[in-house]
């Protein structure tokens, strides 16, 4: 009956990253649109949830990254006082960085709690640095940088194959093609995000005996919740974030949203499909800033996409730190 009640209390807590990660990361799917008047802010929220609830019944790829890439669940006794302090200090880290507008990665918030919580818990020799570092820190700090340098070309062409356009015509053609492409992003998240609160269900059902870890599977129950949390969250919406994306780096034309959501979903949807939890906070931020590179790289505020990129550096850090530090209290107050 307590494990029965501890599960309950990670699983409560698990959807509340899952919220906050939806509202946090709603900026990805719909800022672009938004600014450029392709869609009102409320229909793009409302496409956006729909789309991150239908894209969480996808795969479960990274969910299996999550669950056992990190801490092995077979090889040491993970506690849920470990689950619930990785998700306190992603949470927590989460909510810092709404308040300051700022586009971190819920993904290295996770996997720093986790980490933090695994070393103060178990030790170093804990985690799996070999799965963390090629599977998770890699593709989170690459992705990114191929977001930018694929949207810089592909806007190229875009210049180029419309060069003779009347911008007009073109511009109002563009924002019809922000719909699809801003629905394309919102599918490609909760394909890729809401598995990570699988994972994290997953790994505290494993770790109790109510699942398996071998084969891997995710029951049905926890893809409905978890795919139900993360549109919650991005119906709430997290209008400060929405604002630095879509009008702080630069003035975002129609084709340069247009390439930069397509080319994020694409990377991320690849991502997925080789279960990378990858940062589509990151990945579209390096679109966007990879298509207004394009046309000029004075056009682009860079001063704001160095204070991005000095969150993106402190995230993983900062939510181990706070992870641990969770988890030391609960330890000292369960003992």
């Known amino acids: 009956m307590h494990n029965a009640l501890l599960v309950g209390l990670v699983v409560a807590i698990a959807l509340g990253f899952d919220f906050t990660n939806g509202f946090h990361d709603t900026a990805n799917a719909i800022a672009t649109s938004v600014s450029t008047h392709a869609l009102s802010p409320r229909v793009a929220v409302l496409l956006s949830s729909i789309m991150n609830f239908v894209g969480a019944f996808v795969t479960i790829k990274v969910a299996a990254t999550i669950s056992k890439g990190i801490i092995d669940p077979k090889a040491h006794q993970i506690t849920m006082a470990m689950i619930i302090a990785a998700l306190v200090g992603a949470i927590v880290w989460n909510l810092v960085t709404w308040r300051a507008g700022l586009p971190s990665s819920s993904s290295h918030a996770l996997i720093g709690g986790l980490v933090g919580a695994g070393i103060v818990g178990l030790g170093f020799s804990a985690i799996e640095w070999k799965g963390v570092v090629s599977k998770m ?14 949207a810089y070309v592909f806007m190229l062409v875009i210049y180029w194959l419309f060069r003779n356009a009347r911008p007009r015509p073109a511009n109002r053609s563009f924002r019809l093609a922000q719909i699809f492409s801003a629905a394309f992003v919102s599918f490609s998240h909760g394909t890729n995000d ?58 975002i034309e129609p084709a340069q949203g247009f390439d930069a959501q397509t080319v994020a979903a694409t990377i991320i949807q690849v991502a997925s499909h080789f279960g990378f939890p990858v940062s589509t906070t990151h990945v579209v931020t390096g679109s966007i800033l990879g298509a207004g590179s394009s046309q000029s790289m004075s056009a682009v505020r860079w001063g704001v996409g160095i204070n991005i990129l000095a969150a993106w550096l402190i995230t993983l850090p900062m939510a181990a730190l706070m992870a641990g530090i969770v988890y030391a209290v609960l330890h000292l107050f369960g003992a």
């Open 137 to 150: 820190v890699i593709p989170l700090i690459v992705s990114p940088l191929i977001g930018f340098a694929v």
């Open 194 to 251: 809401a598995q990570k609160t699988m994972g994290i269900i997953s790994l505290a059902l494993i770790s109790n005996g109510y699942l398996r870890a071998s084969p891997f599977t995710v029951p049905l129950w926890v893809i409905v919740a978890a795919a139900s949390a993360i549109a919650l969250g991005t119906y709430a919406g997290g209008w400060r974030i929405i604002r630095t994306m879509g009008t702080r780096l630069y003035k």
